[in-house]
């Protein structure tokens, strides 16, 4: 990464400028949890904003969902979590730190090492032969690798004997499967079609996270397309390049994102890829694209006794589609963002500046209004009100004007608009460009289709 960005550096500036704070830090905190202040939920919610306007919203074939975090238990078991979901866990006996040893190798290997290829057998002998030591006590005394089911328990109600054991869902897409023939029906879709979600996952993850990375509460976006078989191989190419233009659109440059063919597939896929991206902790995924062939429509019919066929309109042949899904974790795509964003300028007059250099529609605000002097805060006032019914805005009238351009340029903001006594006069401000921090002057009235123009996702 550019200008050697550490991933200390930019949870330093998360938390003093609002992005991201621990979670519970009052109470020292608790692992693998963050919570999003209020330069940081801007910033996400943008995110999320942008993968449904391209996914959703601009594609006719596409259906949205927000389904029940809570599912009847059988759904886990179709889907084979009860059974066989679980991580390769090995514990320090120095320190008793349970981690994830994939996790370990390609935390060591920078992502280098497919560790999802690997047997246990074969992890335990890299971490063997390279001398990995634990991460947390530096102590070099592994138990051997155990299988860890990741899926938090919870049961559902009143008196502890009446109680079922539920789960809260470790992925969103078991939502989008058994809702498959209600969306059908309802919307009068035809294959291929598809079924999007955006919401919460939760995991008991115990390997250390690296910050927004790996945690046990994280949001997913996600779709799955519905399609013949046929059609299934180059609908997964589709999506493929889809998702790649959409993380470039967003501002993730093409010198860090690289594709990665599994290396190792699950019986019933027939391809699976990820979009790397070049975080400071090395080359780690950012999104999946499946071929998942037709185990999941396939499962729920057997567990459900419910036919999930699906009947061509044309043909009257009753068929289960094939599924390709594609998902991306909220969380980790606003990580890569924060990463990529991030920007140490030397400028010509000898000082140098922090500057985050979000595509405009994700950054947190879009404009700052900053009166050059207290006592013009009435007309600030004004035109604050005014652009907010637009764009989310922020005040600021503390400071020098050149600190308060300073900490703009920290969260991101494209533009700051500076109310001085010409404005009073003319109706006219200063209008700073971020990256450039070029400024203009424009009328009032022409804020708001000057800024609009430039906001946009296209």
Known sequence: MENKITMDKIVNLCKSRGFVFPGSEIYGGFANTWDFGPVGVELKNNVKRAWWK???????????????????????EASGHVASFGDPKMDCKKCKQRFRADTIVENHSKGSVSAEAMSDQQ????????????????????TPIRKFNPMFITSRGTLEAEADKVYLRPETCQGEYVNFLNVQRSSRAKVPFAIAQIGKSFRNEI???????????????????????EDSMSIYNNYKERAWEFVEALGLKR?????????????????ACDIQFNFPIGWQEL????HRGVWDLSRHQEFSGKSMLYTDPFTNEKFLPNVIEYSIGADRLTLA?????YDEESLENGESRVVMHFHPFIAPYKVAVLPLQKNLSDK?????????????????????????????????TPFAVTIDFETLENNTVTLRDRDT???????????IPYISERVKFN
Request: with cysteine; net charge negative; proline share 3%.
């Open 54 to 76: 391209r996914f959703v919203q601009e594609d006719p074939n596409t259906y949205g969902v927000d389904c029940s975090i809570l599912m009847n238990p059988k759904v886990w």
């Open 123 to 142: 992890l335990e002998d890299y971490i063997k032969e390279h001398h990995i030591c634990c991460p947390h006590c530096g102590g070099f005394d592994w």
């Open 207 to 229: 390997t250390p996270g690296n910050f927004l990375f790996r945690t046990i509460e994280f949001e997913q976006m996600e779709l799955q397309m519905f399609c013949k078989d």
């Open 255 to 271: 010198e860090n994102l690289r594709f990665h063919d599994h290396d190792k597939l699950a019986h019933y896929a027939k391809a």
């Open 287 to 290: 999104n999946g694209i499946h």
């Open 337 to 341: 963002l924060l990463c990529q964003a």
């Open 380 to 412: 600030a006032k004004e035109i604050y009100s005014k652009l907010s019914k637009e764009f989310m805005c922020d005040y600021d009238e503390a400071g020098s004007i050149g600190k308060r351009y300073r900490r703009q340029d920290e969260i991101g």
């Open 437 to 447: 921090m070029e400024q203009i002057r424009l009328s009032i009235d022409e804020l």
